[in-house]
């Protein structure tokens, strides 16, 4: 059974940092990618990265490119999403999600499975 399984949200102060894991179970096939999309209340969804699992291709959104970091680990089916300089404004449900086509295509949201999410508070 394919399932994502996130971790590593939680509270943090303006500029800190986080290091959100998304784990990869239950998913055969070596050529797929994973995304990370936020989800902000009265907001509408954002995708921020994408990488394909493959090649370590990235794909960020502009509202995030030079503050977050998308890399895997695929010996232990693991991507994650190193946040840096966390402004209020971050402040989401992140959620990873799988496209077995590896599309990487950030504004649309076809994956064949989301994670459950991960709470990331950014205030003082």
């Known amino acids: 059974q394919l399932q994502l399984v996130e971790s590593g949200g939680g509270l943090v102060q303006p500029g800190g940092s986080l290091r959100l894991s998304c784990v990869v179970s239950?998913?055969?096939?070596?050529?797929?990618?994973i995304a990370w999309v936020r989800q902000a209340p009265g907001k509408v969804r954002e995708g921020l990265s994408c990488?394909?699992?493959?090649?370590?291709?990235?794909y960020y959104a502009e509202s995030v490119k030079g503050r977050f970091t998308i890399s895997r680990d695929n010996t232990n089916n693991t991507v994650y999403l190193q946040m840096n300089s966390l402004k209020p404004e971050d402040t989401a449900v992140y959620y990873c999600?799988?496209?077995?086509?590896?599309?990487?295509?950030?504004?649309?949201?076809?994956?064949?499975?989301w994670g459950q999410g991960t709470q990331v508070t950014v205030s003082s």
């Open positions: 239950g998913f055969t096939r070596d050529y797929y990618s």
């Open positions: 990488i394909v699992r493959s090649d370590g291709t990235t």
């Open positions: 999600a799988l496209d077995p086509w590896a599309r990487c295509e950030l504004t649309k949201y076809e994956y064949a499975q």
